[in-house]
């Protein structure tokens, strides 16, 4: 770890100012992700500024939906009625990541700006275009079992480890945040993480020093019909090899409306717009959903490694519209 | 018995889970300076410079070291030595030692370090690697013949990735120097082995050297050999001339104590029809490191097994740019394991008989390599009682056949054997007049409870409560042990304990003949329980043993006690033996696989602890389940780099990836091996489950998986 100035902010103003005055500064939420980095000597900020003694770990309702503080904790979130009666598949995401005690010091906040855990990016003697821009991509050719089968480009094809925000993009959620001045300004979900496209070091939309302060989600009728289907190396504490996020609204069998998110597929939450379109309006049968998943994953561009996931995507849609529409009697 | 045989709980339990219990980086020492280990980033090649000017500017930073400046070893054998000179011989060797007042002041110098390397081109992969010959047992029969003229024959390849031993406690040592002697707290299976090491290496004597280690955090192996860190610590601290302490991370230890090796199996079984085994050629070849040759014998675990007449076990080693491979739970046998009992699971197929039934037609009833009688093998009781207790008989034979909702289900068997051993060992007991007892030996604790069963041993032979017994180990200063592997460690330790109890008891039973009118008692009749020696046939023969200390003029006696395995073992084969059952249940569309339910029944002599005995059952059964689906240290060939040097991307089961598992224990009354008839099975519980889960997937999907991990991509 490199000598650092550590600062603790009173006010989310002081906070951003801070950050934004230092190109090398970072906030410090919960910590469960830059310490390791830091550690590891990837994340290199020359100040931390603490915001954990910000007043932003409100868990309410809000026009009907719910407004999750970005450092209400991850086992907070989960456990909230609001959460657990209204969107449970939120509930279901958070508690299928990380362990017990990271999600008891891990922020909603923080969760979104989780970095990919490729052991490239891990490894500073490795090439890696996110953490060094244009030493390389050592993943391309490298061991790349867990790597993106969509929209990665030939600079990165790390994954986006989170699975809370698989269910947020689902969610059609917004990301509320704020810079030095003190504007305010809302961020579709969709828009919020990025594909790496020539600049994978940017994980994100955010500007230097524009904090998150909140993640809404509007009013929806998915509850009784959704499902976040994680498939994994291990039962527990494992990441991703392929997850989907799915919800579903249907008059009889079928369907009004539909969300399709993906996880550990590509560099962001991987809305499936293509299977949702497809299932508007059709009966919620198997067939259908196989037929929705066929299209979504027609698209993808799996690597030597990972060609297992594009199948494996395939059933794992189809699974999670099926646990979302019948649950167990799937 | 009054303590042999029942359950006891561990008696450092509560020292340990309230942190009094000291590992090796936990002692405090004053004025200790700290060393972060620098790593080379190639796999093969020189050092053509190495710039420390940045880093030695850094506060707190006291002193570097590297090949350039450091501490030459005075003797040398073929094990890896950090610094010795600028060759690059595995990618992550350690290029330097960066010494400062704190941790972190180290670590962030040590990243400043900058080397210059001359490349050379490196191989990591053990198919391509050049090989040596290593063959361990003789050809027995005519193999090739016999394999040619059998009804049926089956032929299969299985590979095993390297593995890591990735016990909960890094590495550590802390060394500190008076004038030529060195003292150092170390994470070690056998001080004694790091004792010899470092005297050799310093070229200063053994006496000179101390090394405690009295309690680590699992080891499994990976501190069996010395490693390379305790003798950099202390040549930093002699150079310094302050106490050092060096910790590995987590990431070092995967290059810093060796490994599992790769290995590729191939064996060939022809049989008759009605199913007898009538030739195997078990061909093996382990990736090894350039500069040594380590050896495992994979193909040596079922030669005692089956009663085949034709038997070969070629053995190769692939000398690999990786740093050498060491022991690790069930060294070779696990491997070997999973080859032979994946295969006769094969067989079994392809005869359609029973894989139960298949390894009783081929039951060896003596030691076909020397025709030598078993000293005891319940293993035909271990199917039985295993079988029934798991309902083996429901088992439908057809794979696909069993199925639970959209779960395929599979029922697997496999059979585990490991070597009863027992090596010279020697312990020192000192019961004292007040009715306590301190027993020493410099063996270690590991985790299997050592410092429990040793003391239950002394306590039962000196008739004292275990709570008046102080056992200490882990410690130079006390009697020679061997190291702590080979699940050799009780009937090892244990029958010195019960040889030197014994002797007390024939001292103390001499001065009662002598004072107290024992005449006509033999020492045979006679017992020491709650303070008294008296005879268990004559009542009126009693005497306390205050007494007869007091009437001599003694306030304790010392025995020092060495055990030796006994020449009869000679005229037998002495092996602990096991039988796995499985079940597993398959989601076929997302290939995860859940181990539902083990049932374990092992033949491993007398049990002397259940509870710590049940314990390491149980462990060594999780370990397979996470050797057969999960565990793989992958490596990047272009760089010749492990790749998944973390416990995040190195999978170990998860407390949600261990269902049902039960262990039996079939008592065997074996007196040949030693008098309290010690089996070990810190190894022998983990040896067939790998093969048996592999087997219940098979059961299951009717996929063969010969390739370990079976993972998530394998079954889709």
Known sequence: MRPFKYERATDAAAATKAVSANSSAKFLAGGTNILDLMKEDVERPTALIDITRLSLSQIRSANGGVSLGALAKNTDTANHPLVRQNFPLLSMAILAGASGQIRNMATNGGNLLQRTRCPYFYDVAMPCNKREPNSGCAAMEGLNRMHAIFGWSEKCIAVYPSDMAVALAALDATVKVQDANGKERTINFGDFHRLPENSPEKDTNLTNGELITSIEIPKNNFAGKSYYLKVRDRASYAFALVSVAAALETNGNKIKNVRIAMGGVAHKPWRAMEAEKMLVGKEATEANFKMAAEAEMKNAKPLEHNKFKVELGKRAIVRALSMAMNGDKA | ?716
Request: contains cysteine; glycine residues 8%; proline residues 5%.
């Open chain 2, 1 to 716: 018995m009054r303590y042999i045989g029942k359950e006891m709980s561990r008696v450092d339990g509560v020292a340990k889970v309230t942190g009094q219990a000291k590992y090796a980086a936990e002692f405090q020492v004053k004025n200790v300076a700290y060393g972060f280990i620098v790593q080379s980033t190639i796999a093969k090649g020189s050092i053509k410079s190495i710039d420390t000017s940045e880093a030695e500017k850094q506060s707190g930073v006291i002193k570097i070291f590297t090949h350039l400046n450091s501490v030459k070893r005075k003797d040398k054998d073929d094990a890896f030595c950090a610094l010795q000179n600028e060759k690059i011989v595995f990618n992550g060797q350690p290029i330097a030692l960066v010494v400062a007042e704190s941790f972190e002041q180290a670590r962030f110098a040590a990243r400043l370090v900058k080397a210059e390397y001359l490349k050379e081109a490196h191989l990591t992969e053990t198919e391509k690697a050049p090989t040596v010959d290593s063959r361990g047992g003789k050809v027995r029969g005519n193999p090739k013949e016999a394999l040619q003229n059998a009804a049926v024959r089956i032929s299969a390849e299985y590979t095993i990735p390297i593995e890591h031993h990735n016990p909960m406690e890094p590495h550590a040592a802390i060394a500190m120097w008076d004038g030529d002697k060195l003292s150092i707290f170390d994470k070690s299976q056998g001080v004694k082995e790091v004792q010899r090491h470092l005297a050799k290496s310093f070229g200063i004597a053994t006496e000179n050297v101390s090394v405690v280690s009295p309690f680590v955090g699992g080891a499994f192996g990976a501190s069996l050999n010395p490693n390379y860190y305790p003798f950099l610590t202390a040549a930093a601290a002699r150079e310094i001339k302050r106490p050092v302490k060096v910790n590995y991370t987590r990431r070092q230890m995967f290059t810093g104590h060796g490994y599992r090796p790769y290995t590729i199996q191939k064996v060939q079984i022809g049989a008759s029809k009605d199913g007898k085994l009538q030739a195997i050629i078990h061909e093996a070849i382990g990736n090894t490191s350039t500069f040594e040759d380590f050896s495992e014998t994979p193909n040596g675990f079922g030669r005692t097994l089956y009663n085949c007449p034709n038997y070969d076990t070629p053995y190769k080693l692939a000398k690999t740019d990786l740093p050498t491979p060491t022991w690790m739970r069930a060294p070779g046998a696990v491997s070997g394991a999973f080859a032979i009992e994946s295969a006769i699971d094969e067989l079994a197929y392809e005869l359609k008989i029973d894989p139960l039934q298949l390894r009783i037609i081929n039951y060896a009833e003596k030691d076909p390599d020397t025709g030598k009688p078993f000293s005891s093998k319940a293993l035909m009781e271990c199917f039985k009682q295993g079988a029934a207790k798991f309902g083996w008989e429901k088992r439908k034979p057809e794979p696909r056949s069993m199925r639970d909702g959209k779960w395929l289900v599979g029922w697997g068997t496999a059979t585990g054997t490991w070597g009863a051993m027992q090596l010279p060992a020697s312990i020192r007991i000192t019961l004292k007049a007040d009715g306590t007892a301190n027993v020493g030996s410099a063996t270690a604790d590991i985790g299997p409870g050592t410092y429990t069963v040793i003391t239950m041993i002394a306590a039962e032979f000196l008739g004292i409560s275990p709570e008046k017994v102080k056992f200490e180990l882990g410690d130079t200063k006390l009697p020679n042990a061997p190291v702590q592997g080979g699940s050799f460690t009780t009937a090892s330790v244990g029958s010195a304990a019960h040889g030197a109890a014994l002797n007390i008891k024939k001292k103390l039973f001499d001065f009662a003949v002598r004072d107290f009118g024992f005449a006509g008692v033999s020492v045979e009749d006679t017992e020491m329980a709650k303070g008294f020696l008296f005879s268990k046939k004559d009542n009126s023969k009693s005497v306390a043993i205050a007494d007869l200390m007091k009437k001599n003029n003694l306030t304790e006696i010392v025995e020092n006690y060495t055990s030796m395995p006994s020449k009869e073992r000679n005229n037998y084969t002495s092996m602990a033996h096991g039988a796995q059952f499985v079940e597993v249940k398959v989601d076929e569309d997302l290939g995860i696989i859940k181990v539902t339910k083990v049932i374990e029944a092992t033949a491993v002599g007398k049990i002397m602890n259940p509870k710590t005995s049940h314990s390491q059952e149980m462990g060594g059964i999780v370990w397979g389940i996470g050797m057969a689906l999960q565990e793989q240290t992958e490596i990047d060939h272009r760089y010749g780099k492990m790749m998944t040097t973390n416990l995040a991307d190195y999978h170990i089961p998860s407390n949600a990836d261990v269902h049902t598992v039960e262990t039996d224990f079939i008592e065997e009354d074996d007196k040949i091996i030693n008098p309290l008839g010690i089996k070990g099975m810190g190894e022998l519980c983990l040896v067939g489950i790998p093969a048996a889960i592999a087997n219940a997937v098979f059961h299951a999907t009717g996929k063969r998986i010969r390739t370990l991990p079976i993972t998530i991509d394998k079954i889709l």
